[in-house]
């Protein structure tokens, strides 16, 4: 904040030194305006107060154009300045996304284990085995390794030994074994 309000004045400064140098320029205009008027008239001023006001002029320039550098210099730190401040914002900002997001996929994930298990399972739940098979993996390395080389199987060859392939089309089921069970379908 402090260095925004610091390049708000630099910038004022900016262009009061622009207007400075314009007033500069109509100051030599109305001069030579004046000039010719009064020469019109027969009057012609001395050299000598031409020269002097030439040289007030030319020193004003080259104040003007100092200060000027000055500026430049100074607007050109605050804006790296406030660049850097507004890129520390933005990895702020990413971060804050990123963890929102991050909890956002962990509760998501906490309501599909409550939908499939339930609540906080006691110990002697029935279902904490199933809950325990589900998460297994999380846990262990072996286990993951062994239910990636489950998975795995199906991305071999259907002639590779450990494996077989994911069937082309529909699976269909087989018919019933019994009249007992076929009436049981129809239902």
Do not use: N
Not at 54 to 69: P, S
Not at 129 to 158: G, M, N
Not at 162 to 167: H, K, R, T, V
């Amino acid at each position: 904040m402090a260095a925004d309000s610091v390049l708000s004045e630099v910038r004022k400064k900016q262009a009061d030194a622009k207007r400075m140098l314009d007033i500069l320029r109509s100051l030599e205009k109305l001069r030579k305006l004046r000039k010719e008027a009064a020469g019109r008239k027969g009057i012609f001023p001395e050299k000598e107060a031409d020269e002097v006001f030439e040289g007030h002029v030319e020193r004003l320039r080259k104040l003007i154009r100092k200060r000027t550098t000055v500026y430049d210099a100074e607007e050109k730190a605050l804006r790296v300045m406030l660049e850097g401040e507004q890129e520390e914002e933005r990895k702020k900002e990413q971060e804050k996304r990123q963890k929102k997001e991050r909890e956002k996929f962990l509760q998501k994930k906490w309501e599909v284990e409550t939908m499939l298990f339930g609540a906080e399972m006691h110990p002697d739940h029935p279902l904490q085995p199933f809950k325990q098979c589900y998460t297994q993996a999380e846990h262990s390395l072996h286990a993951l390794i062994q239910i990636r080389r489950e998975w795995d199987a199906y991305l071999v060859p259907a002639d590779h030994p450990d494996g077989s392939f994911i069937p082309q089309g529909w699976v269909l089921p087989e018919p019933p074994s019994d009249e007992t069970w076929a009436s049981a379908l129809e239902k």
